[in-house]
Every structure is written in structure tokens, then in C-alpha cells.
Nanobody, 125 residues
Framework: QVQLVESGGGLVQAGGSLRLSCTTS????????MVWIRQAPGKERELAAG????????YYEDSVKGRFTISRDRAKSTVFLQMNNMKPEDTAIYYC??????????????????WGQGTQVTVSS
């Protein structure tokens, strides 16, 4: 059973920054992607950012492009999400998930196999 451990959530003012991290309990699988899915109150979950483990290619949802950066420490099977210039609409529970990722558009039909417990991110205006 794979476990994902997240850290780094919290409260920040608009324009501020937070850094999330996610570590797997075992070695990350090359055919997988590590993804941050967020869910805001009253809204559906959305894939905010993801990293395909085999080649390190990344995906960003349009609203976070230019503000969020996803990166990894491959040796530690850890992914980081640096969130800058944060906005109140970034307020959500952020879940770290992993799942199979094939092809260049893997994020379009990504299905999570494992989930972290979620971390609350709140951006005040």
C-alpha cells in the first residue's frame, strides 16, 4: 500500500507564497505522475499541477500558470508545489495523488490510484 504524505499548507495573505511537498512511502513508479488536485468549497476537484515521473514533464491548469511551479527530488520520490502570488480563489484542500500517466496529454484523463490526506490552503484577501 502506497502512502502519500503532504505538508506545507496554511494561511497566507493574497500575494503571498506557500510551498507544498508530497513524499511517497516507496520509490515512485516511472509510469506514474504525481499530481496536485485541489477542491475548493462548493466546487469540483481540479487538477492544479502535475509532473510525469518518467520524463519530468509538467502540466499546469490555466489559472495557476505563471504562479505555481511543480518540481521534484527524484531520489527522495518527493514533489514540491511552489505557489506564488496567491489569490483568494486558490483557497482549497490540496491533495497529492499519483496515478498512471501515458502520452503527452496524460493529464486529460488522469485517474488517481493513491491519495494523500489533503492539506488546507487558505488565502485571505
Amino acid at each position: 500500500q502506497v502512502q502519500l504524505v503532504e505538508s506545507g499548507g496554511g494561511l497566507v495573505q493574497a500575494g503571498g507564497s506557500l510551498r507544498l511537498s508530497c513524499t511517497t512511502s516507496g520509490r515512485m513508479i516511472d509510469s506514474y505522475a504525481m499530481v496536485w488536485i485541489r477542491q475548493a468549497p462548493g466546487k469540483e476537484r481540479e487538477l492544479a499541477a502535475g509532473l510525469k515521473w518518467r520524463d519530468g514533464s509538467v502540466y499546469y491548469e490555466d489559472s495557476v500558470k505563471g504562479r505555481f511551479t511543480i518540481s521534484r527530488d527524484r531520489a527522495k520520490s518527493t514533489v514540491f508545489l511552489q505557489m506564488n502570488n496567491m489569490k483568494p480563489e486558490d483557497t482549497a484542500i490540496y491533495y497529492c495523488t499519483i496515478g498512471p500517466a501515458y502520452g503527452s496529454h496524460w493529464y486529460e484523463d488522469f485517474i488517481s490510484d493513491y491519495w494523500g490526506q489533503g492539506t488546507q490552503v487558505t488565502v485571505s484577501s
